[in-house]
Each structure stands twice: as C-alpha cells, then as structure tokens.
C-alpha cells in the first residue's frame, strides 16, 4: 500500500475529493484519533483531472444526491487541489478539535464517484486532500444520513492574485465593450424627445427652474410663439444670480441629482455668486453620482484623473469613467480611449473611440481618423466610424435645429 506521502501526491496530481457520510454518533473523536489505512488508487473511471467541478454532484447512500455541486466549488477544477498550499493543514487541526464538525466514518464518498467503499475512517492524507484550501465547512441533515458539505472553494488563483487580478481585467474590458452603447434619456430634450446634439453643452440650455436641459430647436420655437419662460415648466426664467441659486438651491433640498451637479459645478467655478470650494464641489458630485447623475460622475473622474483641486487619484478617476461609459455617457467613453491610447493599447483605444463616434462624437471620429494616419487603426474601423457617426447625427438633425443654428440662436 502507497505511503501517505504518495497519497498525498496522487491527490495532487486531482484525485477525487472525499467525503464522510455516516449515522450521527455521539462521539466522533475516537474515531479520528484511530489509524487509517491509506486511501485506495482513485479510479479514471471517477476522477479526472481536466474534468470540471462544476454541474456535479454528491450520490450518497439510498440514492440520496447532494445538492448541485455549483453551490459547493464556484470555481476550479480537480487538478486545482494539487495546486494549493499547504494552508489546509491548520484547518484540518481545527477540524479535529471540534467535536461537532467531526464526520463519522463507516463509509466514504468521492465527487463524482461510482459508490460507497467501506473505510474506518478519514487518515492523514485524506484529510489534506479533503481540505486543500480555505473552506467552511457546514452540516447538512438527511434521513439517517448526516453529509458534511463544502460551502466555500478558493482556488490557487484567487488566492495568489495573479491569473484571478488578471481574469477580472478581462472580464471588466468585455463588460465595458458590451454596454454603454445608447445614449441615456436625459441626453434627450424633453420636448421633442430627439438625442441632443454633441456637445451638449453647444446645443442645448439648462433650466435651472425644473433642472431641464431643453435643446437649441425647442427653444428657437418656443421664441417664435411668444413664450419667454422656461420651455419645460413655463416658469419665468431667473432675472439674476441669487434668484438662480435659490431655485438650484431648491431642487437639491428634494434630492434631485442633476440640481445637486449643477450646484457643485458652481461651487467649482464660483458662479451664482458662490465662492470657488473645490472640497465642496467634489462632495456635492460625489452625493449626485451616489444618486445616478453621470455628469457628476465624469466631473469627478476629470479633478481624480488629472488632480484639479484634490489629490490625484487616475484609479479613481477611471473607475468613475467606466461607471459613466458603461450607462452610455459619450465624453467618459472618448476619455477611457484617450487613457487607452496613451498607455499605447491602441486596439482597446479604437473599440471605446469606435462606440463614442458612432453614438454622434466628433472628437472620437477624428482621434480614429489620426490612428489611421499612424497605422494604430485599419481603413475599414475608420470606415465603420464615419458612417456610425454620419448615422447618429443624422438621426440628431430636425428643421428647427438647423434654423437655429442658421440663425445663431
């Protein structure tokens, strides 16, 4: 018979993981403190180390299954074990010590196995196999049975932080790539209900009044019919600094996010007669992003990113960049490719510019045609460009818009 050592080492090389299950003894310490004999040659038949974890069960006696073993190992696969350190071993002491987390012997179960196999009960190496890695372990009452479950697997890889840090980037890049590609309906004006043109800013005003961001077209045909209030709400329109500030003031005492944007834009810049307060700027944005304002957002990935006013914080700055982009925000999508593209990951730098440019950003489209003046992007992404951000202005495009713009308004 192989020694334990030579147990130990089949297991590492991914034999199958073991389990007590037995009747419900008063008294499981004796049972454990006995020798015993080394664990039996794993069968191909029931473990295989390229076999995945996930989808299988436990088959315990009198055709009881166990519950589906993704509750029991999140991740990894059989061969994983052999990979683990030697952490298990202290574990494996507390196991002992506790009287109630004892398993009775009697007979023995391996993951995916064919059967029972009669054993005295879990020896040395068994012990280590059964408890590679940091686990908890709970128990699970079933008719004359009583199964010791895993509840919690933590692979190598997760717990030396290489592969896992380096899956999560991956998993975070294709995530970033699989949303944010429609605009949000506060980019639309809420009277026409058509996208407003970028940049907002440019083509659009906001009433402090109802917090609405009305677009150049509305406006011109609300001058035309007389109207001289807000567009939206027909309130009148702030006659100076203080009434403006009082009407912010107002909206942000309801907790309305944008209001409280606007409002740390002003403490940023010092307008409506507010005093310049950087510190109270980035807490105002930080309470509107908390509440879903984007703008807030890209407000504060701009002063994180670049350290305007605070210290400079670029994963912080980025983090807020992403949670805006991944929502549809243009300008936080056209920064993350700017970030990708001085960190020299052109082909990450022309998929975020590709999404902005085809959501109607003119910055993206050219930064896409100067890679392709470099040979950082290919003809036809530049191709596909053009024609996405030819698509999305056109859908932007209404008569009483391009009568404003003709006549300056």
């Known amino acids: 018979l192989p020694s334990p050592a030579q147990d130990r080492s089949r297991t590492g090389q991914g034999c199958a993981v073991k389990f007590w299950v037995g009747p419900d003894h008063a008294d499981h310490a004796s049972h454990l403190n006995k020798s015993s004999p080394p664990d039996p040659e794993p069968s191909s038949s029931r473990c295989r180390p390229d076999r995945p974890l996930l989808g299988r069960g436990l088959v315990g006696r009198a055709g009881v299954v166990a519950r589906d073993s993704r509750s029991l190992f999140p991740t990894g696969t059989l061969s994983d074990l052999g990979s683990l350190p030697a952490g298990g071993l202290a574990l494996a002491r507390a196991f002992r010590a506790s009287a109630r987390l004892r398993p009775a012997p009697h007979t023995q179960y391996s993951l995916g196995g064919a059967g029972p196999q009669s054993h005295r009960g879990p020896g040395k190496g068994a012990q280590r196999a059964a408890l590679g890695g940091k686990e908890t372990l709970r128990r699970r009452r079933v008719p004359s049975l009583m199964l010791y479950r895993r509840v919690q697997f933590i692979n190598h890889a997760s717990m030396s932080g290489g592969s896992a840090d380096l899956g999560s980037a991956q998993n975070l890049e294709r995530a970033m790539m699989a949303s944010g590609h429609e605009r949000p309906e506060g980019d639309r004006c809420p009277i026409c209900f058509d996208l407003i043109e970028l940049p907002m800013e440019k083509y659009s005003e906001m009433n402090v009044c109802c917090m609405k961001r009305v677009c150049d077209g509305c406006i011109f045909a609300a001058r035309q019919r007389g109207l001289r209030g807000c567009e939206f709400c027909r309130t009148p329109l702030p ?171």
């Open 239 to 409: 006659h100076d600094d203080a009434s403006g500030l009082a009407m912010v003031q107002k909206r942000v005492s309801k907790g309305d996010a944008e209001a409280i944007n606007h409002l740390g834009e002003q403490y940023y810049y010092g307008e409506l007669g507010l005093t310049k307060d950087v510190p109270r700027a980035v807490e105002l944005w930080t309470e509107a992003a908390e509440l879903g304002s984007l703008d807030a957002h890209y407000q504060l990935s701009v002063v994180y990113y670049y350290g305007r006013g605070v210290e400079e914080d670029k994963p912080r700055g980025i983090r807020h960049w992403q949670q805006a982009a991944a929502k549809g925000e243009v300008e936080s999508r056209h920064s993350l490719g700017v970030v990708e593209y001085d960190n020299g990951n052109y082909e990450l730098a022309v998929q975020h510019y590709m999404i902005s440019a085809k959501m109607g950003y003119e910055k993206s489209l050219n930064s896409i045609k100067d890679m392709f003046m470099k040979a950082h992007a290919t003809k036809e992404q530049y191709a596909e460009a053009l024609i996405g951000y030819r698509d999305a202005t056109e859908e932007m495009k209404s008569p009483h818009r391009e009568e404003a713009k003709r006549l300056g308004v």
